[in-house]
Each structure stands twice: as structure tokens, then as C-alpha cells.
T-cell receptor
Framework: DAGVTQSPTHLIKTRGQQVTLRCSPI?????VSWYQQVLGQGPQFIFQ???????GRGNFPDRFSARQFPNYSSELNVNALLLGDSALYLC????????????FGPGTRLTVT | LAKTTQPISMDSYEGQEVNITCSHN???????ITWYQQFPSQGPRFIIQ???TKVTNEVASLFIPADRKSSTLSLPRVSLSDTAVYYC??????????????FGKGTKLSVKP
């Protein structure tokens, strides 16, 4: 079975631009969480979505938004990019709303110049 | 939320047993202790979880004293492929219903030949 997939693998954007990152969960998993990992730090929780609804939100500005589709895939959107948004963005899926083990994807490396 | 403290880095040699200790003085009654492993440019991977005493699986053991204010991840006979960052997490079981995992900075383990 395929694991969590994310696209694109790498992305370079300019300050002020907008970016959309995509995640496909493991087949049968209905919940997706997003994390931001800055170099040298552990991942930080951004959002959790379950059944297309936001179920949890971390301490991130409103420039960050997400949504989940009927097939349980998800998109993370970041508007008005700042240099500090440069990070590895990780998606994790789990069977349901929780608590269940989370399975992480390989991440999308975003560089903002 | 209980804060965790773990060594920034550790060195070991192939074939040795490695013990990584994590301090969590303010652990709550409902909190679990979970360890994740992360290789460069990959998402974290669940290793082991416990609540009290000792838990063992095919890759590691987790020792938790009676007061639960610390825990020790034990990796038997490490190999070069165990070189990674290891995160100690304390919180709701698998992040609870919100899937909110709280990561610290982790311990960078370097295994040498």
C-alpha cells in the first residue's frame, strides 16, 4: 500500500506570493494533519482536518489555511509568503479523528526568497 | 502541556546499546510518552509509546519509572542506519482527537562504524 504522498517535493517562491501544497493520505485514512518544520527544530502543528472539517488549529497566522476534499486529500495554502515561512511542510494521516497513530509523508521543502 | 528535555546530540558506535533519556517533570495524569525517529528530508516515524513501566517492541524498549517524570528510549545494537533525530513527545495518546503532536528539538544520534 502507498504511504502518505505530498506534492511538490520542492518549491521556491518569492516573498509576497501564495503557495498551495498537496497531500494524499493513506488509503482508508480520513484525517490529515499539517506540520511546519523549520531547519533544526521539531515539527510544529498547523491544522488537523477530519471529514472535511477543521478539528484542530495550531498557533499560526491567518495567512495559513487548509481544506480537505471528499476523497480525504488535503491542500495547505499560505498567502503573503514571508522569508520565515521557509520550511519543510509535513502532512500526516491517520484513520480517524483520533487518537490513532499518525503516518507522515516525506514533506514539501518550501524556500521563500 | 508538559515540556520535554532531552540531550541535543549523542554519539555511539555500531553494535552498542544506546539509551536516550527524556525529562518531563510536569507530565499530566492522562499523558502518554511517545518517541519518533526522523531521517533527513523525511517525515517522523513512530517508534514506541508507553504510559508506565516498560514497553518493548521489535525495534526499541521504553523504560518509564514510577513517578513518570522521565523516560528512557533504549535502542539495542545500533547500526549506521539508526543515525537520525529522535523526538520524545509527551501528551495525549497519539495527539488525542485533534491529532496535535508536540515535538521538541529532539536528540541527534550519530552512529559511527
Amino acid at each position: 500500500d502507498a504511504g502518505v504522498t505530498q506534492s511538490p517535493t520542492h518549491l521556491i517562491k518569492t516573498r509576497g506570493q501564495q503557495v498551495t501544497l498537496r497531500c494524499s493520505p493513506i488509503s482508508g485514512h480520513k484525517s490529515v494533519s499539517w506540520y511546519q518544520q523549520v531547519l533544526g527544530q521539531g515539527p510544529q502543528f498547523i491544522f488537523q482536518y477530519y471529514e472535511k472539517e477543521e478539528r484542530g488549529r495550531g498557533n499560526f497566522p491567518d495567512r495559513f489555511s487548509a481544506r480537505q476534499f471528499p476523497n480525504y486529500s488535503s491542500e495547505l495554502n499560505v498567502n503573503a509568503l514571508l522569508l520565515g515561512d521557509s520550511a519543510l511542510y509535513l502532512c500526516a494521516s491517520m484513520m480517524g479523528q483520533g487518537p490513532y497513530e499518525q503516518y507522515f509523508g516525506p514533506g514539501t521543502r518550501l524556500t521563500v526568497t | 502541556l508538559a515540556k520535554t528535555t532531552q540531550p541535543i546530540s549523542m554519539d555511539s558506535y555500531e553494535g552498542q546499546e544506546v539509551n536516550i533519556t527524556c525529562s518531563h517533570n510536569n507530565i499530566a495524569t492522562n499523558d502518554y510518552i511517545t518517541w519518533y525517529q526522523q531521517f533527513p528530508s523525511q517525515g517522523p516515524r513512530f517508534i514506541i509509546q508507553g504510559y508506565k513501566t516498560k514497553v518493548t517492541n521489535e525495534v526499541a524498549s521504553l523504560f518509564i519509572p514510577a513517578d513518570r517524570k522521565s523516560s528512557t528510549l533504549s535502542l539495542p545494537r545500533v547500526s549506521l542506519s539508526d543515525t537520525a533525530v529522535y523526538y520524545c513527545l509527551v501528551g495525549e495518546n497519539y495527539g488525542g482527537s485533534q491529532g496535535n503532536l508536540i515535538f521538541g528539538k529532539g536528540t541527534k544520534l550519530s552512529v559511527k562504524p
